[in-house]
């Protein structure tokens, strides 16, 4: 197979999919692979370590997807992308294809065959973990006085104490974030609506945290005394309503932070809206919003790391062994498929752009097969099927 590392070109990212190390690993699977010029230099991977590892430098984007069978980045695609597509490529990035309609409309119209790399990950992606620790780091640093916060220290000195900080999902992303604001000192309180993770955190922590069943009123009930919270919630997209509105924002000091690591739209955070690195802060109703919604492109080096070496397994699967069979084998490769020669395959996109769909297991003929299982990415489910 002919594969291709891609450079991404949305505003503030610096990460590559894959390094060096990833890539002499595919070429000694047998491949041919490209790599975009520059693809992975701002995470600090130079094009010469990838020609050493076995790739050709190819100069743009456009001949990168007519040379390439397989095309990869950490990013979805973008608009300036749409012409790009054709029948029959395979691509595997972050699509998000449940929030982006017209992204979806291009990829079923170009028929080409997508994989959505954030239901991919058997173990939870890399990125969550990032976006999780760095996003507590830029939480505390909109916290100073000079970014607009109320000049609080995370652990408190000698005769003031620290902060208390509220932390809404104890997933990958809230966990990570926790992992960071308990070793430096602050008293957290971590939400969530599955009380078996609050208790298995209270336990990991020797008690030293609070947990709260998350509610929209519990939330009310603590936000007085809160001087950050995180949002580290997957809010469902069909939802209208909010856990946070801009009133009860206002029950919190001035000065105090909201890091919406999150950052879904709609989302959990009435207040909200998308920031990039160059201008990541902005107040609302007194409170000093962090909203980049590209936390994990600010430690770009070690993300890229992280994520190729999660990233390596199921793209040699499905290039070593076809998508089928790769399909077949992973049950988290097959619930990431998101489009397939023009075809819906993607059940949330469905559930949420009201779209017909037909399960990727059916569209590939392998619904008799002893299938590798995975759960649901999300909880939204669809009947709007496509029958063959």
């Given at each position: 197979?002919?594969?291709?590392l891609l ?17 002499a ?32 430098i ?46 979806v ?43 607009g ?29 926790l ?22 955190l ?43 509105t ?12 909201l ?44 993300t ?25 084998s ?42 590798d ?16």
């Open positions: 197979m002919v594969f291709g450079k991404d070109i949305k505003e503030g990212e610096y990460r590559v999919l894959l390094t060096p190390l990833e890539i690993s595919i070429v000694g699977a047998g491949h041919e692979v490209y790599c975009e010029k520059d693809c992975g230099k701002l995470a600090g991977f130079p094009d010469e370590a990838y020609v050493k590892a076995g790739a050709k190819l100069d743009s984007h456009a001949e990168m997807f007519a040379k390439c069978d397989f095309v990869a980045k950490v990013k979805e695609i973008a608009e300036e992308e749409y012409p790009l597509l054709r029948e029959g490529l395979m691509l595997y990035c972050c699509v998000h294809p449940a929030g982006h309609p017209e992204e409309q291009a990829l079923l119209d170009s028929k080409v065959i997508a994989i959505t790399a954030e239901d991919s990950h058997r173990y939870g992606s890399p990125n969550c973990e990032a976006a999780g620790k760095q996003g507590a780091l830029f939480g505390l640093e909109s916290m100073l006085t000079i970014n916060g109320k000049g609080k220290f995370v652990g408190g000195f000698a005769g003031a104490p620290g902060m208390n900080v509220v932390i809404l999902g104890g997933g990958t992303v809230g966990q990570a974030a992992s960071v604001l308990y070793a430096l000192g602050a008293n957290v309180t971590v939400m969530d609506i599955n009380v078996g993770i609050l208790r298995t209270e336990y990991q922590y020797q008690g030293h945290i609070n947990t709260m069943y998350c509610t929209k009123e519990a939330i009310a009930s603590i936000l007085p005394s809160t001087d950050m919270i995180l949002n580290c919630v997957r809010w469902p997209k069909q939802r209208k309503d909010f856990l946070i801009r009133e009860m924002l206002r029950t919190m000091e001035p000065g105090s932070v890091v919406d690591i999150s950052n879904d739209d709609p989302g959990a955070i009435e207040s909200s809206h998308e920031t990039h690195h160059d201008n990541p802060r902005y107040v609302d109703s007194g409170v000093v919003h962090y909203c980049v919604s590209n936390i994990p492109g600010a430690v770009a080096h070690d890229s790391v992280a994520l190729a070496a999660e990233t390596l397994p199921m793209l040699l699967n499905i290039m070593n062994n076809g998508l089928k069979e790769a399909c077949v992973d049950g988290y490769i097959r619930r990431s498929l998101t489009t397939y020669n023009g075809y819906l395959t993607h059940e949330e996109t469905s559930g949420i752009q009201d779209r017909p769909w037909i399960r990727p297991e059916d569209i590939l003929g392998i619904a008799d097969r002893n299938l299982y995975a759960p649901a990415p999300t909880t939204t489910k669809s009947n709007n099927f496509i029958k063959l």
